[in-house]
């Protein structure tokens, strides 16, 4: 369970968002909606421990995190960025260095986890081997989530998961974080105004806001 309790934020002397409480209980999905430069991102590396909120507090299952704590509680998260262009020659370099993250898993258990969920989703095998510089951002997000899925951590944070994308390609950020709360994953995921991905999310929080630009 992961918790925000009466948080507050700050950027450049704006406040970004303040008196935010919320759960996201295992099994549930909750989406967090502002505008751009509204603090979606701040939030969730406040749960990643990289940016403390200015007020209030973020705790795991009722234990806060801390300096002390986080990286423990780490071990137990998946975060998606926003930015997705990364330092991997190929596709398999990005995902096996994912699967390196479940420890306790054979990594030929967890590669075949993510095979199936390819063919439910309708990604060829051969995407695997191919070269990152010729997978376009939408599709690096849809395949490092689809990684998340095969590690199932109990947490997951989604920073917007579905910029660019429309048709199949969003149906299948729908269908994954259908699959990670059916596994029992507490997830939050972050979106701008409008965005179609909150009818995938079991409750919807929009964060009272000014955008800082």
């Known amino acids: 369970m992961l918790e925000v309790k009466n948080g507050r934020a700050e950027r450049e002397r704006r406040i970004l968002f303040s008196n935010l409480s919320f759960i996201a209980r295992e099994g549930e ?39 002390a704590s986080v990286s423990f509680f780490r071990k137990q998260m998946s975060y998606l960025p926003q930015d997705v262009d990364m330092p991997f020659h190929t596709v398999a370099d990005m995902l096996e260095q994912l699967f390196a993250l479940k420890k306790d898993v054979p990594f030929v258990e967890t590669k075949a986890s993510l095979m199936t969920l390819w063919k439910e989703l309708g990604i060829q095998e051969e995407t695997y081997s191919k070269a990152m510089e010729n997978i376009i951002a939408p599709q690096r997000r849809l395949l490092m989530l689809t990684a998340i899925c095969a590690v199932c951590h109990p947490i997951v944070l989604l920073d917007e998961p579905t910029t660019g994308m429309v048709g199949n390609e969003l149906e299948s950020i729908g269908h ?30 929009e964060l009272n806001t000014h955008p800082y630009s």
């Not at 990670?180 to 507490?186: E, H, I």
Request: with cysteine; charged share 20%; glycine share 10%.
């Open 29 to 67: 999905a909750v989406c967090v909606s502002a505008p751009p430069g509204g603090g979606k991102t701040l939030l969730l590396r406040s749960f990643l421990g990289f940016h403390p909120l200015d007020d209030g507090y973020v705790s795991v299952d009722g234990e806060l995190i801390t300096p």
């Open 176 to 205: 994954c974080i259908r699959l990670l709360t059916r596994n029992g994953a507490s997830v939050i995921v972050t979106c701008q105004e409008h965005d179609p991905v909150v009818r995938y999310c079991d409750k919807l929080i």
